[in-house]
């Protein structure tokens, strides 16, 4: 049961606000109920509190945004591009879940969150106090952090622990360490993954406290673990990139508070993760000499157009059978394209290795890369060079059509601002004005080539 601590109602379940007398965030939980108990089983049940929970339905249209969770009292992480993701920070009583690969920058990133917060709970079965104080000193420049620290691996620690402190944010990391009491399995095993997680949901509601759970993934995502979790959580946070690489995105896949397909460029600094102001200029700012076998296109990263290189690098296959490898390239596709370039253009592909790279860790895995990657496979077996102003993007279909694809517009925009020359696009109606920029509408990859053998 939870009493409002201002008129002294209870009630069943806990909200932001209470019912009489709308006071918020006075619910508080009165012991000696079997519910509290419940705090330690699974079974997330669907109450997720928050809204207005009364018996009976609710005109939805006299529901104001006010009432949402989250409407008020958001925590902010003072990394500007970071709250915006979350759609204006974090929400009380709700569970995050930021998943990543080990070592790309998980614990930094919500260290970096708990510091700019006040009176946080960060909960670790990975590191010990030592290790995070460490980190905490590292990122914390003006000592001013109030983060309280436990190293367990024991779930009922964990829950007591946020029970007894009611922290204003609860960190756990990760989820694959902690061991709920009720199950028998290891810990890290998909039952676990799924009990802590499901016992956080109910802890974040009844005591209205943020937890963000950090789980790891592996490339290929198999684990036990966070993909499990996705449908349980209010909101889930990935941080990706290449560990060698200082770029990382953070990307937002589902939120219940907050829009969805957005990304935060962030870079890897000695001073913890840090926004990215203008991650085109960044990306590019490595650019290699005018080679063979480099192409920059257009990319979108949620609403944003990120400009990226795409490199092909081919040699004649000695031995055996050609090989395809690429990196930030699914390789099926790659496989596709080859097939078009070689079939419908005619491209020796079949006696050349094909490497393809997207420079700086990214992932072009949208149909829009393609134009670029066939143009840089081309270029690099025909040893030209494409002139650097150049830029390209468009879906190639597979007779060696050049499709259109979404958002043409912006990316053209973005290639402007970079001070790109000239574009290959599909071909589209409504192009936006530009002043710098000229744009070569192309229908397919034979006219593209043929300009590339010239
Ligand atoms: P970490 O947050 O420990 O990764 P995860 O929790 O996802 O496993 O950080 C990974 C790397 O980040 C580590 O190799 C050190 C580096 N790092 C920085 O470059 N700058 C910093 O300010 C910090 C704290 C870490
Ligand atoms: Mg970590």
Redesign the pocket.
């Known amino acids: 049961m939870f009493k409002c601590s201002a008129c002294e109602t209870t009630t069943a379940k806990w909200s932001g606000k209470c019912l009489k007398c709308e006071a918020w965030r006075t619910l508080e939980e009165i012991p000696d109920e079997p519910k509290q108990k419940k705090g330690l089983r699974g079974g997330g049940s669907g109450s997720h509190g928050g809204f207005l929970n009364v018996g009976e339905p609710i005109e939805l249209r006299l529901v104001s945004a006010s009432d949402a969770p989250g409407a008020r009292g958001r925590l902010l992480s003072k990394i500007s591009s970071v709250d915006e993701l979350l759609g204006g920070g974090l929400v009380p009583g709700s569970l995050v879940l930021l998943a990543?690969e080990?070592?790309?920058?998980?614990?930094?990133?919500v260290m970096q969150i708990a510091i700019a917060a006040r009176g946080v709970l960060y909960i670790s079965g990975e590191e010990s106090a030592e290790q995070v104080g460490l980190?905490t000193h590292?990122?914390d420049n003006n000592k001013t952090a109030d983060v309280k620290f436990i190293g367990t691996t024991d779930f009922a620690h964990v829950d007591g622990a946020i029970r007894k402190y009611k922290p204003s944010l609860a960190i756990v990391d990760s989820v694959q360490t902690m061991r709920h009491p009720d199950i028998a399995s290891e810990a890290g095993s998909v039952a676990q993954v799924r009990a802590v997680a499901n016992a956080l949901m109910e802890l974040a509601n009844q005591t209205g406290v943020p937890v963000i759970i950090?789980g790891h993934v592996t490339k290929d995502g198999s684990v036990a673990g966070p993909k499990t979790l996705e449908h349980l959580v209010d909101v889930v946070l990935a941080l990706e990139g290449e560990r060698s690489d200082r770029l990382r995105f953070l990307r937002c896949f589902k939120n219940r508070f907050g829009p969805t397909d957005e990304v935060a460029v962030l870079e890897?600094?000695?001073?913890?993760l840090q926004p990215v102001a203008d991650p085109s200029g960044l990306l590019l700012e490595e650019r290699s000499l005018p080679v063979p076998g480099s192409v920059v296109t257009c990319l979108m990263d949620g609403n944003r157009p990120l400009l990226v290189e795409i490199q092909a690098l081919t040699s004649r296959t000695t031995f055996g059978f050609p090989q395809r490898r690429a990196q930030g390239v699914d390789v099926g596709r790659l496989q596709i394209l080859l097939a078009v370039l070689g079939r419908r253009m005619g491209l020796p592909v079949d006696q050349y290795d094909v490497f393809v790279n997207v420079v700086g860790g990214i992932q072009a895995d949208e149909p829009a890369a393609d134009l670029a990657i066939c143009m840089a496979i081309a270029s690099s077996i025909a040893e030209k060079t494409i002139p650097q102003s150049v830029l390209a993007f468009g879906e190639v279909g597979l007779s060696g059509e050049i499709r259109k694809i979404k958002q043409a517009d912006k990316r053209l925009k973005e290639a402007e601002r970079q001070g790109f020359k000239f574009a290959l696009i599909p071909q589209m109606k409504n192009l936006p004005t530009l002043k710098t920029l000229k744009v070569a509408p192309v229908t397919d990859i034979k006219t593209v080539l043929d300009k590339i053998d010239k």
């Open positions: 990543g080990p070592g790309i920058g998980k614990s930094t990133l980190r590292r990122l950090i890897m600094l000695e001073t913890g």
